[in-house]
């Protein structure tokens, strides 16, 4: 275990040059505290029930960050009956996910033995879920006629699930002819997948494939597969996935009658490999999310195709995307393919990217950009101080990149309301704190102070300016100082600090006479309060493009047009910029609460 913990201090490490590499989200940083291997190591000194749960979290961060042998090792350790009913399933689901990526099937099995062996209450979707890893584990064996078999009794116990389709039409392509025909079973879903499967496999051009596929819908129109094609035969046929809207009350229909100009069909451009595949994922879920939240309230929700930006060029994807009748794109993620795009005249297709070019200015017609920026946060603490009379400010910022870039944001914006800077100390995170501290203060006492940093760092400044009898001092921070997660033992340091969020994560500061924005897909994505809390701002962050790529039209046409997202209140800017407004909250007795300025008395 020892080199394990080496392996992660060198993935925390990683994690905080990422926050200021060049091709990652402007969002994405880490110089925190919350890292796989804090969690394991205070796992070494808890009881065996909290250590196990601890390194349920530990691992989940490493699958996160792309670590997935490690994460399944420490996975594999769990005694899975010490967990919370909830934490189980969680085990479950994740380690026979990373038993199917790392060709360990005995892990799989292992998982979804929770299915048969323990009185846990699952989630259709996650019974779901457990089923298809467990066929897939026997596919990954070579049986896949015992895997077709598993899945198909399982939409039949499911009242023809289409949830299924994707799964049993992938196992169904890797059985030969004779196997096909040895599926169990001789009822309409089992005939109809065998026609289904024979009529692909003999028919080879597009257009006589669409022709039979569509003849067989007809033959077979309560079949789940004709009313949700599999998505890979979909493709090949160059057909809609969903062709019948479903007439059940349950799952409205997506034709809902959309506003005019709204989007019906929208293109997504992210990774499926690499760095920011993590991050990508997260975003899907968001966009997936609030897809399923607007169908079940009967409102128009276009549909989503995702496309990979690491298998094709960018105009590859736009040509694909376009044959297929997108009328809007979300992505790019990666920053430089931003900022490649941003040196074009125009796009092939309305584009929402979910970040920010390098360019000074985005004159690309057609382009929009959103992204969760710091820079945004310390550009509004300027402002937000300024309001409350303060003119003279001390800044305390990391010295990498980032927070070089912070810096300069708060600088500019704070110099252009013709205030002044006392003195501004960029720290080493991992160096003590007294010592920024003490330098910070060398100069006197400025009327605030601008601080960027993570929690664990941040908690450790008022202390210190308090033993320098610099207490009562005005303290303006970014999001990144709060986990994220009420914990007023650990944050009572903090009491008195400003700092802005996101809405989804201070759900203090709403109720029923002020909702907090798209509350339906929050309490989905975080149904037990335990979701993971970086990649909760990812999903909200999806929730909101996949809002925004249905008014792009309407931000375009109307300047002052806002959207009171999950990341906040979004308006469009002259560069086609999405620039967000944030709620602001303020540390009483360590927990966040609603706040107004406060300058110097």
């Known amino acids: 275990m020892r080199d394990a913990f080496q392996r992660l201090a060198g993935l925390a490490l990683t994690a905080t040059l990422l926050g200021g590499c060049a091709s990652a989200p402007s969002f994405f940083g880490g110089f925190g505290s919350n890292s796989p291997e804090r969690l394991l190591t205070d796992a070494q000194s808890q009881p065996l029930p909290q250590a196990t749960a601890t390194r349920l979290k530990a691992a989940t961060l490493l699958s996160q960050q792309g670590e997935q042998g490690l994460a399944l090792s420490i996975l594999s350790s769990l005694d899975d009956r010490l967990l919370s009913p909830q934490d189980r399933i969680q085990w479950a689901l994740l380690t026979a996910r990373l038993g199917l990526e790392q060709h360990n099937s005995g892990a799989t099995f292992k998982a979804v033995a929770l299915l048969e062996n323990s009185n846990l209450s699952l989630a259709t979707e996650d019974r779901r879920q457990l089923t298809i890893y467990r066929a897939q584990a026997f596919g990954e064996q070579g049986d896949h006629l015992k895997a077709a078999s598993m899945l198909l009794d399982a939409q039949r116990r499911a009242n023809s699930d289409a949830g299924y389709n994707d799964a049993i039409w992938l196992q169904l392509q890797l059985l030969s002819n004779p196997q096909l025909s040895l599926l169990p079973g001789k009822d309409d879903l089992s005939i109809g997948w065998q026609e289904l499967s024979t009529l692909a496999r003999s028919t080879s051009q597009q257009d006589a494939l669409q022709a039979a596929v569509r003849d067989w819908q007809q033959r077979h129109a309560q079949h789940p597969a004709a009313i949700q094609l599999p998505a890979a035969l ?53 966009i997936d999310t609030q897809r399923s939240a607007l169908l079940s309230a009967g409102q128009p929700a276009p549909d989503v195709d995702y496309y990979d930006t690491t298998t094709a060029t960018i105009d590859d994807l736009y040509a694909q995307a376009k044959t297929k009748g997108a009328q809007v794109v979300i992505g790019p993620l990666d920053k430089d393919a931003v900022t490649a795009l941003e040196s074009r005249s125009d796009v092939t297709l309305p584009t929402l990217a979910l970040n920010y070019g390098s360019s000074a200015q985005n004159a690309t017609q057609s382009l929009y950009e959103y992204g969760l920026s710091a820079e945004d946060e310390a550009r509004q603490a300027a402002q937000y101080a300024g309001d409350a009379g303060l003119t003279q400010a001390s800044l305390l910022t990391p010295d990498n990149d980032w927070g070089h870039r912070v810096e300069d944001a708060f600088r500019q914006q704070w110099q252009y309301q013709n205030h002044q800077i006392m003195t501004a100390v960029r720290y080493a995170p991992t160096a003590p704190v007294s010592g920024s501290v003490k330098t910070l203060a060398a100069t006197g006492r400025p009327q605030m102070v601008f601080m960027f940093a993570m929690p664990e760092y941040a908690r450790q400044v008022p202390p210190f300016l308090k033993y320098l009898h610099m207490d009562n001092l005005p303290i303006y921070a970014t999001s990144h100082v709060y986990t994220g997660r009420a914990n007023a033992s650990q944050d009572s340091d903090l009491n008195g600090v400003l700092f802005p969020n996101i809405p989804w994560y201070l759900p203090e500061l709403y109720n029923d006479s002020n909702p907090m924005p798209y509350k339906d897909s929050y309490q989905r994505l975080n149904a037990d309060g335990k979701a993971s809390i970086t990649l909760l701002k990812l999903n909200a962050m999806g929730v909101d493009a996949y809002e925004l790529a249905q008014r792009l039209t309407r931000f375009n046409d109307s300047p002052d047009t806002k959207l009171e997202g999950a990341t906040g209140t979004l308006q469009l800017d002259a560069n086609h910029r999405f620039q967000r407004q944030l709620p602001w909250a303020r540390f009483q007795q360590g927990r966040p609460t609603p706040a107004q300025p406060t300058s110097q008395s």
Do not use: E
């Open 234 to 286: 979909a493709q090949l046929a160059g057909l809609a996935a969903v062709v019948t809207p479903p007439t059940s009350t349950d799952t409205p229909s997506s034709n809902a009658q959309a506003p005019t100009g709204t989007p019906t069909r929208i293109a997504v451009f992210l990774p499926q490999s690499g760095s920011l595949a993590p991050l990508a994922k997260a975003i899907k879920a968001g």
